[in-house]
Nanobody, 121 residues
Framework: QVQLVESGGGLVQAGGSLRLSCAAS????????MGWYRQAPGKQRELVAT???????NYADSVKGRFTISRDNAKKMVYLQMNSLKFEDTAVYYC???????????????WGQGTQVTVSS
């Protein structure tokens, strides 16, 4: 079984910063892409940032230049550094991983439980 666990969420004033972490554990042969998604009340889940196993990154236009995604392959962790936070960034942030559980497995999608980020104006 694969588990993804996020941490680092909280309450921050507009203009402030937070760093989210996501740890992958369990039966894992390899991890391809990892990413962060978010969901605000009344809205659909949206992509925030992704990063490949080789370190190539992709960002939503709304966070480009403010957020930075990174990963530690040896530690099986992915991070999201969030700077210059805006009220509009308020959401539950979810970690996502494309995981190959065994050498015989294909890639499967796994999600963390989410961590709340609240930005006050």
């Amino acid at each position: 079984q694969v588990q993804l666990v996020e941490s680092g969420g909280g309450l921050v004033q507009a203009g402030g910063s937070l760093r989210l972490s996501c740890a992958a554990s369990g039966s894992i042969f390899s991890i391809n892409a990892m990413g962060w998604y978010r969901q605000a009340p009344g809205k659909q889940r949206e992509l925030v940032a992704t990063i490949t196993s080789g370190g190539s990154t992709n960002y939503a236009d709304s966070v480009k230049g403010r957020f930075t995604i990174s990963r530690d392959n040896a530690k099986k962790m992915v991070y999201l550094q969030m700077n210059s936070l805006k009220f509009e960034d308020t959401a539950v942030y979810y970690c996502h991983g494309d995981v190959r559980p065994t050498i015989f497995s294909g890639l499967d999608d796994y999600w963390g439980q989410g961590t709340q980020v609240t930005v006050s104006s």
